[in-house]
Structure formats: structure tokens, C-alpha cells
């Protein structure tokens, strides 16, 4: 720990029982958890962000969409309006958020987007106007312990895993390590290529520690395809790039680049959800014009793309190369198997349950 830490210690501490005094009282049934007939999963962490909850829950949409009608619900955190919102031909990230516009953008064909605060009173109004969804898959509600989820997916990142972590503001556990009992299976994201059966192993055993029953743990690596240019009069990325993220953490980005050979001459690295400004596109033309005689490219991510992709942002860069890396879960093939097995019956059961 740092001096600072001990500094915050007593606040993290006060943060622990308040936490858990409310976990508590749902354990109790002093507040109540609300079940729904449609099969629901929750996809969350105990961390504040950077676990990979987008890219996995379009995994999911991935594998399950073909088969079952899904809809997707997230809070639509960093999004300039509150309540419930449905994603719409019209909708925008400023409306909905950056991250469920991006999977409506990607999606919208597949699966029903919509987002709300409070997650049980959106239920039923999904279900109202797509009376036809199977399932709905949750973005980032583990610790909306209101909804009483079939799933709980916990995920959890090979580079910062819960167990090396501590609660705010020391850490960035929302709450503490114990409440990894409430995931139904984990998921540890972001590991390197080929990692090594021991090491998995290893792992398994650190987070076994903090769980009262054994519960399934799988490992997921991030898979990078090629970049696509958000300007069609630039059709073919460079070698060298500077690197523009709105991420908790782009150092993973970075290094899978150089891995690949790429050069990245500087990252400008925003806050996470950040919303850009004709300033900042200034800055960004600023910093290509450094390198331009090296001839780079702007990288950026999809998250931030979807942002970008603003008329008026993107008249203010049109004469600079703009390229998306778009970023997929990638998992061995027996565990995927396993995992989306478990997935899918239970999906199956819980509808066949409810036709009874």
C-alpha cells in the first residue's frame, strides 16, 4: 500500500460497513429482491470499471442472439438523460450512452437495446414492447441487488483480479471480496495468449479462497481484428499510430499493438465515457500534425468511435486518418463450450418453467 492508502484507510472502512450492512439487509429479506418470469443475467464486477463487461456481453450476443430473442439493459452510465430509453434509429450516446449505443450500433438487427436506472421497473417495459424477448442480459447490475438475476456473471481481470484489490477510495472495489459468493460463475478477463494451465490453476485457488461453494471459473482473452477507417478517404491504416482512448485502462491496447509489430508514437488518454469537444479535436489535430511527416494514423476504440462519429466532431478532423480497433472476447474452445452450455439451459429451463 501507499502512505496515501492509510490515509484513506478509515474512509474505505466506512464504506465497507455501509456496503455491507445493505448486503446484508437483501440477505435478510428486509429489502426485497424482485425475480421476473423472463430469464434474466447480470453481467458485473466488483470493480469500478475496465473489467471488459462491454466486449463479453457482446459475446454473449454473439452466441445466444441466433437462437433465443434477446434484449440488452444497461444503467447508460455517462448518458445527459435519466429514465427509461429504448434504443431507436434516432437515439445517440449523449441520450443512451456510449456504451449502449455501440451495441446498438453493432446489433440492432439482433437483439433489443434499452437502458434505465432502475433496472426492475425497466424490465416491464421492455417486455411491453418486445413481449417476444426470451432473455434479457444485464450490463454492469451486480450490485443491483433489487433485481433477483438467474445469472450472475462476475468478471474479473487477470492484471488487477478482485483478491489483489481493496474497497474505495483505497481500491476500486465497489464492495468487498466476500460478495464474489453471489456470482453463480466468474469470468477472468483480459488474460494473455496461451496462458498456462497452472497458471489458471493458480488462480482458480486465489479466488476459491474467498468462495463458500465452488463455482465454475473460465478465462478470457481480448482478440483484436483490423482496423476500419471512420473516414473512407483514408482506406488503409499505417504502421504508426497515435493511440486516442476513453478507457479506464489503454496500456492492454498498447501492448497488443507492439506485440503486433505496430509502433505507437503517443497515446492521449481521456477519462473513461468522456465525451469529446471541438477543443479536444483540436488537440487531436495538433498532436497528428507532430508526427504527420512520420506518416501515423489516429487509432481509437469503438466506444470512442461512437462518439466521434459526430457530424460536427468529425467535420473538425476529416483531413486526418481515423481508424477503429474493434476488440472481441476470445476464449479456449472447450471452456466457451461449457460456458455458453450453462448459459443456454438455463435460458431453456427458465422459459420452459414458465409456460407451465
Known amino acids: 500500500m501507499r502512505f496515501v492508502d492509510f490515509l484513506l484507510f478509515p474512509f474505505a472502512l466506512t464504506y465497507d460497513g455501509i456496503t455491507s450492512l445493505r448486503n446484508r439487509m437483501f440477505d435478510a429479506g428486509l429489502k426485497r429482491s424482485q425475480p421476473f418470469e423472463v430469464p434474466t443475467i447480470v453481467v458485473g464486477n466488483l470493480a469500478v470499471g475496465g473489467t471488459g463487461k462491454t466486449p463479453f456481453v457482446e459475446f454473449l450476443i454473439n452466441h445466444l442472439s441466433s437462437t433465443f430473442n434477446l ?7 455517462g448518458r445527459k438523460t435519466t429514465g427509461y430509453r429504448l434504443a431507436q434509429g434516432d437515439s445517440s450516446p449523449s441520450e443512451i450512452g456510449d456504451e449502449p449505443f455501440q451495441i446498438y450500433s453493432k446489433f440492432k438487427d439482433k437483439v433489443t437495446v434499452a437502458v434505465g436506472e432502475e433496472r426492475i421497473l425497466a424490465i416491464p417495459m421492455i417486455l411491453a ?9 444485464l450490463d454492469d447490475a451486480f450490485q443491483h441487488r433489487y433485481l433477483l438475476a438467474d445469472l450472475n ?8 483480479p478482485f483478491f489483489n484489490d481493496y474497497l ?24 494473455p495468449d496461451n496462458m498456462e494451465q497452472q497458471e489458471k490453476d493458480s488462480f482458480k485457488g486465489k479466488v476459491s479462497t474467498y468462495l463458500q ?22 482506406p488503409n491504416p499505417v504502421n504508426k499510430f497515435i493511440l486516442v482512448t476513453g478507457i479506464v485502462d489503454p496500456e492492454p491496447i498498447r501492448l497488443k499493438l507492439e506485440a503486433m509489430q505496430k509502433v505507437v508514437v503517443e497515446t492521449m488518454a481521456f477519462p473513461d465515457h468522456h465525451y469529446y469537444t471541438p477543443k479536444d479535436m483540436g488537440r487531436i489535430n495538433d498532436i497528428y500534425k507532430k508526427y504527420s511527416a512520420q506518416s501515423v494514423c489516429i487509432l ?29 472476447v476470445d476464449m479456449e474452445q472447450k471452456e466457451e463450450e461449457q460456458l455458453l452450455k450453462s448459459i443456454k439451459s438455463m435460458i431453456i429451463n427458465k422459459n420452459a418453467e414458465s409456460e407451465i
Not at 461453494?213 to 483514408?234: D, Q, R, S, T, V
Request: aromatic fraction near 8%.
Open 300 to 328: 481509437t476504440t469503438e466506444k470512442d468511435a461512437v462518439k466521434l462519429k459526430d457530424n460536427k466532431l468529425l467535420e473538425l478532423i476529416k483531413n486526418i486518418p481515423v481508424f477503429v480497433l474493434p476488440v472481441e
Open 129 to 137: 414492447e418486445n413481449p417476444e424477448v426470451e432473455a434479457i442480459v
Open 153 to 160: 456473471i462476475l468478471l474479473t481481470t487477470y492484471k488487477s
Open 168 to 191: 474505495l477510495p483505497v481500491g476500486r472495489l465497489r464492495e468487498g471480496r466476500k460478495n464474489v459468493n453471489r456470482a453463480d460463475m466468474i469470468v477472468v478477463t483480459k488474460c
Open 213 to 234: 461453494a465452488e463455482k465454475p471459473i473460465f478465462f478470457a482473452g481480448l482478440k483484436y481484428g483490423l482496423p476500419y477507417p471512420i473516414n473512407p478517404e483514408f
Open 71 to 77: 434484449a440488452i439493459l444497461s444503467r447508460g452510465y
